[in-house]
């Protein structure tokens, strides 16, 4: 099994920590780490209630600093955060000072999360190519690093393999890995990276693994690109029941609907072997895999190293 990433999460307070265990995982000679640019926000004004912030550009500068092999990127970058132009020097910056070593995850988030944020959010396909060529208009000649753009269904996999250097997916169905391959454009498919971002159980408990993933995925469960895409890749069922169970406010029911066979189909937990044997499967499907702890039941960088203990 070659290593898989590793995503790397810098929360107030554990910063230094952060880079010291990507300094760890550069030893170890894992193959990439993404940093997230994400927020908490609960409904209402942003203002105040924005309870932790990740910013990925600033986490993978550092990062590139401190290391000296290991490939870093974000996981991602949304696009209705940072104009264009600045997008542009910050990842020209990263990319010149590491000798090539930064991707440029690139995407548009959710309209349910930019909300609380006064940001209408556009339709995805239009505003993700308009972003990627004003992007590369402003770098004005200087060298970008490869973009990775954030997709799950099959347009905008599509649009990524015309535009990029590669499909960043998250929770993307193993069984559906192939049929999203295929929209990626012929003439690109064996330069295009087709990457996924997958959650990953800390400890060898396979019942506390299977309710682990099912939690985790019934948070996804108000989102509509989820729920489409989910629908889309076989899991119809288990999108109708869930949606019933947050109509009524059963958040036990949500995670209930989620069915052993979608649970595997898109985590990694059990034994270290299985969770090795899964892993492996991705890459036999020519999956550049992220394994992510940023949702487990302790803080970074401690779940990070757990996990790079099992897999090492």
């Not at 290391?67 to 696009?79: A, D, F, H, L």
């Not at 060898?204 to 099912?214: K, T």
């Not at 029911?253 to 649970?263: F, K």
Request: charged residues 20%; glycine residues 8%.
């Amino acid at each position: 099994m070659a290593k898989p990433g590793i995503m790397v999460a810098a929360q107030p307070g554990e910063r230094r920590a952060a880079i010291e265990l990507a300094q760890q995982l550069d030893r170890q000679e894992f193959d990439h780490i993404l940093c997230p640019y994400d927020w908490a926000v609960p409904k209402g004004d942003w203002v105040g209630a924005v309870s932790e912030v990740y910013d990925a550009l600033s986490l993978c500068s550092a990062i590139l600093h401190a290391t000296n092999e290991i490939t870093v990127g974000s996981g991602i970058s949304i696009t209705y955060m940072r104009h264009p132009a600045d997008l542009a020097g910050a990842a020209s910056f990263n990319h010149e000072i590491s000798g090539g070593r930064f991707r440029l995850g690139l995407g548009t988030g959710h309209a349910a999360i930019l909300k609380p944020f006064g940001i209408t959010w556009e339709k995805p396909l239009g505003h993700i190519r308009d972003y990627v060529q004003q992007l590369r208009a402003a770098a004005r000649g200087q060298p970008l690093p490869p973009i990775w753009i954030a997709a799950l269904r099959r347009k905008m996999t599509r649009l990524a393999g015309e535009i990029a250097e590669g499909a960043l997916g998250a929770n993307i169905p193993l069984s559906y890995v192939a049929a999203l391959q295929q929209e990626i454009p012929e003439a690109k498919r064996a330069q295009c990276t087709f990457a996924n971002i997958a959650p990953i159980w800390i400890n060898e408990d396979r019942e506390e693994g299977l309710a682990f993933v099912r939690r985790f995925l019934a948070l996804h469960m108000p989102l509509p690109n989820y729920t489409a895409f989910f629908t889309e890749a076989g899991y119809g069922e288990e999108v109708r029941r869930a949606q019933a169970a947050l109509a009524v406010g059963d958040h036990a029911a949500v995670e209930a609907a989620i069915s052993e066979r979608m649970a595997e189909d898109i985590g990694i937990f059990g034994s270290r072997s299985q969770m090795r044997d899964k892993i492996e499967a991705w890459q036999a499907a020519g999956v550049t895999l992220t394994v992510s702890t940023l949702w487990a039941s302790e803080h970074q960088p401690a779940a990070v190293a757990r996990v790079a203990a099992l897999l090492a």
